[in-house]
């Protein structure tokens, strides 16, 4: 479904990434995990074409990723959709939750006004959204709210792929366990794809099939989430292993 084929940016002198291919089959997920820096955001806007390579293609179901200034990305964003980070910069402020979840599809679909607002009221529920919370505007909304509704106006164009890049790294342990239960069970009821970055290992489990490991912006390996734990992983690999599993040790002292 996704091909990431052969992708290399170059920013001024430094090589960002370097040769990334990559794939996604529908309905499978894959993880991208690395340290700050290695590439994971530079491959996640080259992948949902707002930013161009600087060689290599992007293909989704065959067609290439469009320029952004032409109009098939809008066919683009209706089949992957992002998440980014709790930033509070993702939902605009000055819009009620309501607000913010209309746009994509009155942007994306030819909807009338009543199919839209059963659409977000659908999707807010899916998403453990209280409806009362759709009148309101994001500064209002824990920061647990805050992700759950970037989630429901991500979803609510059903694409096929979700992009979700930290999205969980400024919650608390709670809350970063109840958005990744939300992901797995949307997951499977919505037959969704995922790419899901992140620095930290301990997130994945059961979440996606395969993790690739990017360092640098080179790709140092690709495992089935199975052998998470067999032996004979790349050195940087095992260190951020261990570094997750150290941290899983303190969290549950
Ligand atoms: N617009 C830019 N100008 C200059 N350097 C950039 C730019 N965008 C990214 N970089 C550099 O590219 C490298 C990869 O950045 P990127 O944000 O993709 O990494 P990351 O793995 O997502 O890190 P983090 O987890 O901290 O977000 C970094 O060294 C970063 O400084």
């Known amino acids: 479904m996704l091909e990431i084929d052969e992708i290399s940016?170059?920013?001024?002198?430094?090589t960002v990434l370097d040769r990334i291919t990559l794939s996604i089959s529908s309905g499978a997920s894959l993880a991208i995990v690395g340290e700050s820096g290695s590439g994971k955001s530079t491959l996640a806007r080259i992948v949902m074409a707002l930013e161009r390579p600087t060689s290599g293609v992007i293909r989704f179901n065959g067609i290439a990723a469009p320029h952004k200034k032409t109009s098939d990305f809008k066919d683009w964003y209706r089949q992957i959709q992002f998440v980014f980070q709790n930033t509070t910069a993702s939902l605009d402020p000055r819009?009620?939750?309501?607000?913010?979840?209309?746009?994509?599809?009155?942007?994306f679909t030819g909807m009338g006004k009543n199919e839209r607002k059963e659409r977000i009221a659908e999707y807010a529920e899916k998403v453990g959204l209280p409806p009362h919370l759709l009148a309101e505007r994001p500064g209002r909304l824990s920061g647990g709210q805050y992700q759950r509704a970037c989630i429901a106006?991500?979803?609510?164009?059903?694409?096929k792929l979700l992009i979700c890049d930290e999205i969980v790294s400024n919650?608390?342990?709670?809350?970063q366990h109840q958005i990744i239960e939300l992901l797995h069970t949307l997951k499977i009821e919505q037959q969704l794809s995922l790419l899901f970055i992140t620095h930290d290992l301990s997130l994945l489990?059961?979440?996606?099939?395969?993790i690739a490991v990017?360092?640098?912006?080179?790709?140092?390996?690709?495992?089935?989430?199975?052998?998470?734990?067999?032996?004979?992983?790349?050195p940087y690999t095992q260190s951020l292993l261990n570094a997750a599993r150290s941290l899983g040790r303190r969290a549950s002292e």
Do not use: N, Y
């Open 171 to 175: 919650l608390d342990l709670l809350h």
């Open 214 to 234: 990017l360092k640098e912006g080179q790709l140092v390996e690709r495992f089935a989430s199975s052998a998470i734990h067999a032996s004979g992983h790349h």
């Open 95 to 107: 819009m009620t939750i309501a607000q913010s979840l209309e746009e994509p599809l009155t942007g």
């Open 205 to 210: 489990a059961g979440l996606c099939e395969e």
């Open 153 to 159: 106006k991500a979803l609510v164009v059903k694409p």
């Open 9 to 14: 940016k170059t920013i001024g002198t430094k």
